[in-house]
């Protein structure tokens, strides 16, 4: 599997920002596609993940701001950002649990990255 991310930039506090990550290449199965973002220094942080069966999760700091969804006929996951503060501002990327296989044993495939940054 590939994932390539898109969608980060620079934006005002109290503003908006979707970042995507779409995966390519020759997978069997996604099962949990997680978001993550980490600054210099700091270790990367998990903040929201999905899973196949619909199972959503945020850490408390982007609870009822950030939206964790995808789209399956692309191989696409997105990550709605609103309300956006200072602290949001990061690198941030998506991490693939996947198979290639039935048989397969699960591996992690990280996304480049995408940086997001919030001016005051």
């Known amino acids: 599997v590939h994932l390539v991310e898109s969608g980060g930039g620079l934006v005002q506090a109290g503003g908006s920002l979707r970042l995507s990550c779409a995966a390519s290449g020759s997978f069997f199965e996604i099962n949990v596609m997680a978001w993550y973002r980490q600054t210099p220094g700091k270790q990367r942080e998990l903040i929201a993940t999905?899973?196949?069966?619909?199972?959503?999760t945020y850490v408390d700091s982007v609870q009822g701001r950030f939206t964790i969804s995808r789209d399956n006929a692309k191989d696409t996951w997105y990550l709605q950002m609103n309300r956006l503060q200072p602290e949001d501002t990061a690198t941030y990327y998506c991490?693939?649990?996947?198979?290639?296989?039935?048989?397969?044993?699960?591996?992690?495939?990280w996304g480049q990255g995408t940086q997001v940054t919030v001016s005051s």
């Open positions: 991490k693939a649990n996947y198979k290639n296989s039935y048989r397969d044993f699960w591996r992690e495939y």
């Open positions: 999905i899973s196949n069966d619909g199972t959503i």
